[in-house]
């Protein structure tokens, strides 16, 4: 045994008790020469502890031993303040009541209420010293009870599937004297390791072990030398309980390793084979419990519900209230990687009222990539457009659509002047539709007058685009001219391009049309005549939507354009436009600079 040639300054609490256990203890090493001395105030503090961990009290010792007063700190093991400062370290752990032999008794542990029991610790002193006292622990270590433990491996197990134990579980299986396991694929699959075998899985609604005597079984273990692993479903570090065994495991001094294990939100992708981050679609991903009614949603491309099967409704309302899509796409898995796998598809909007009784343990996976299940990456990742006007049918076939009318159009009622018009409408040469409202209601006012599409044919019709002339078909006319460009700047350049000679227009408009048409026509000879036939307005009940998912946004009308800022506040620089018409741009940049 080594000698000491100092004597070392031994600090403990002002406990008789305490204070005779100690000096018992340090006079079983001969070679080690100390004497006790006593907290004092020193003028020349080199370094102050102060925590919330510790009491006033544990803190002036500590301050002692940091400063130089004493050399050695003892305590009474239950009050040794975990975790210790960087600089400290328990050198020693003397047990003072001895040790018996380690039994599992079944029937103690699988009792729901455990009778009272004393801390793992008690009975036990702590000697502590800085790190680098290596003297002084070499001195102690023929009385240090931690050599006498053993150790505690924490090994994932995976999802069920018995292929995907890692290669190291298998060795810590193997060397273990007894394994304290969960649920498992086969109940047998332990038989072919020698070890004791103890059941202490966890299942909602059925019998389970307190996590609290979990740790204190396996503790009770590894004090007694026996050399334990803790096989766990999953990866013992996500969502299964390891860190509250390692920090309980490692407070009370006992060695702890562990081996990771597929986690069942990795291996849910690779046995219904789609991913859960994608080029283009998904470029993170949460992992989240859903067994609380408070589980929050982080803002994420896809999300991975674990424990979630009770609270599914929930957790739909909060992921839409938070702003994903009411129609993102959902799979839920029933035993990933078993046999019994079972796969369940819907959306969050279905899961918000769905009375489906899923069966569990599932996990549930939220997000676009569910979507490639069904269809290709280009299917999944066509753009996504906002269309502010009143049709997004153009649309459909370029990408998702989602479609916020931010204009609202309402035929007015009759007034006398537009009698007028209808009763000499031979006193026209054209009438020029701009858009399908303006034919619509045009239509609608001639039957409201007693005529039809008869009084029309001694006029030329010009139409401003294909869904314009789609909207003429219906009533059995086909327009004499319709522009390339479907803008007013098209239709002008048309008229000139062509040689058409100028004559007497009749333009239906709403009460915002613009002057770009009829300025442009009177500047080449035309006579025009603008009745309002219909109202564009601002709707009601109009909502702030989550841009988050929106690539592209479409603005038909300069009207869509000054609406959109007087709900959103701004014009997104992350967007790409698309503007219907250089009058609808030049609202959207004059806009723009507004806002700088």
């Known amino acids: 045994m080594p000698k000491s040639n100092r004597n070392f300054k031994i600090i403990t609490q002002n406990n008789p008790y305490l204070l005779k256990q100690a000096k018992v203890s340090l006079e079983q090493f001969p070679a080690l020469r100390f004497e006790f001395t006593t907290h004092r105030s020193s003028s020349h503090i080199q370094k102050q502890l102060l925590s919330d961990r510790f009491s006033p009290e544990i803190a002036k010792l500590l301050n002692s031993v940091c400063n130089g007063e004493a050399d050695i700190l003892i305590l009474s093991a239950p009050e040794l303040p975990f975790p210790l400062p960087v600089d400290f370290e328990v050198i020693a752990l003397f047990d003072l009541q001895g040790s018996s032999e380690y039994v599992i008794d079944p029937e ?6 455990v009778p009272f029991e004393t801390d793992p610790l008690a009975g036990n002193l702590a000697v502590i010293a800085l790190s680098d006292q290596h003297d002084l622990k070499q001195l102690l270590a ?4 931690r050599k006498q433990y053993g150790s505690v491996t924490l090994v994932g197990f995976g999802p069920g599937n018995a292929d995907l134990l890692t290669l190291g579980g298998d060795k810590a299986l193997a060397k273990a004297d007894i394994i304290f396991h969960d649920d498992l694929l086969d109940q047998n699959f332990c038989d072919k390791y020698s070890g004791e075998k103890v059941y202490v899985g966890k299942r909602k609604d059925c019998h389970s072990f307190r996590q609290d005597r979990i740790n204190r079984l396996l503790f009770d273990a590894a004090k007694a030398g026996k050399c334990v692993v803790r096989l766990k479903g999953g990866d013992p570090m996500v969502f299964a309980h390891g860190g509250e065994e390692l920090e309980y495991l490692h407070r009370n001094f006992v060695e702890v390793s562990v081996l990771p294990g597929v986690s069942t939100g ?12 994608h080029r283009g679609i998904s470029s993170s991903v949460a992992f989240v419990s859903g067994h609380s009614d408070s589980v929050q949603i982080p803002h994420t491309d896809t999300l991975v519900v674990f424990m979630g099967g009770c609270n599914m409704q929930s957790i739909a309302k909060k992921a839409i209230a938070q702003g994903k899509r ?7 898995v029933h035993n990933i990687s078993l046999p019994s796998q079972q796969e369940f598809y819907s959306t969050l909007e279905e899961l918000t009222h769905t009375e489906v009784k899923y069966p569990t343990p599932i996990i549930i996976v939220i997000g ?3 979507a490639l299940r069904n269809n290709s990456e280009i299917e999944v990742l066509k753009p996504v457009f906002l269309v502010t006007g009143t049709s997004a049918e153009k649309y459909t076939k370029l990408g998702t659509v989602v479609h916020q009318p931010l204009i609202e159009v309402n035929r007015i009622a009759p007034y006398p002047e537009l009698e007028s018009y209808f009763s000499h409408l031979d006193q026209f040469d054209w009438i020029f539709f701009t858009s399908r409202y303006t034919v619509q209601f045009f239509f609608e006012f001639l039957n409201h007058y007693g005529k039809d599409s008869r009084s029309l044919s001694h006029l030329k019709i010009a139409s401003m685009g294909k869904l314009t002339s789609q909207a003429l078909r219906k009533y059995g006319i086909v327009p004499d001219l319709q522009p390339h460009d479907e803008s007013s700047e098209g239709l002008i350049k048309d008229l000139e391009v062509k040689g058409i000679a100028s004559g007497k227009v009749l333009i239906p408009r709403s009460n915002l049309g613009l002057p770009i048409l009829p300025e442009n026509l009177t500047r080449l000879g035309w006579t025009v005549t603008r009745p309002v036939f219909y109202e564009n307005r601002y709707p009601d009940n109009l909502k702030v939507l989550d841009l988050s998912a929106i690539q592209t946004i479409v603005f038909p009308a300069p009207s869509c354009v000054t609406n959109f ?8 620089n992350d967007k790409k436009f698309i503007f219907r018409g250089r009058e609808t741009e030049k609202r959207f940049l004059e806009l723009s600079q507004d806002l700088e």
């Not at 103690?108 to 209420?113: M, T």
């Not at 023929?142 to 009870?145: E, K, S, T």
């Not at 990795?266 to 859960?276: D, F, G, Q």
């Open 108 to 113: 103690f542990i699988n009792l729901d209420q």
């Open 142 to 145: 023929p009385g240090d009870i």
């Open 266 to 277: 990795i291996a849910v992708a690779a046995y219904t084979k789609i991913p859960l981050t």
């Open 326 to 332: 009411s129609d993102t796409p959902v799979m839920l």
């Open 368 to 370: 676009k990539v569910v």
């Open 565 to 572: 800022v007087r709900l959103y506040g701004e014009l997104p």
